[in-house]
């Protein structure tokens, strides 16, 4: 069994910073893709970054050069740093990976989600 798990949502004024983690537990034998998506009220669920297991990156256009995208493979987390964070930038955001499990199955995992809130 393999599950990963948000944390560190919370309100936050506009213009400030927050950091999302993600990590994942369970037999993991590896982590391929990851990637933080979010889900604001009324809108369908988008990407928001990805990240490969070698590293490499991809952002939307809405929050490129504002968020990092990060992974300890060691750990097993991956990581969002969020700045000059805009009221649009609130909602749900949910963590996504690809995970090799030790028992030779990939599963394709979920977070419950953590929401973040921009507003003075």
């Known amino acids: 069994q393999v599950q990963v798990a948000e944390t560190g949502g919370g309100l936050v004024q506009p213009g400030g910073a927050l950091r999302l983690s993600c990590t994942a537990t369970?037999?993991?034998?590896?982590?391929?893709?990851m990637g933080w998506y979010r889900q604001a009220p009324g809108k369908q669920r988008a990407v928001v970054a990805t990240?490969?297991?070698?590293?490499?990156?991809n952002y939307a256009d809405s929050v490129k050069d504002r968020f990092t995208v990060a992974r300890d493979n060691a750990k097993n987390t991956m990581y969002l740093q969020m700045s000059s964070l805009k009221p649009e930038d609130t909602a749900v955001y949910y963590c996504?990976?690809?995970?090799?499990?030790?028992?030779?199955?990939?599963?394709?995992?979920w977070g419950q989600g953590t929401q973040v809130t921009v507003s003075s």
């Open positions: 996504h990976a690809l995970i090799r499990s030790t028992n030779g199955w990939t599963y394709n995992k």
């Open positions: 369970g037999s993991i034998a590896g982590i391929d893709d």
């Open positions: 990240i490969t297991s070698a590293g490499n990156t």
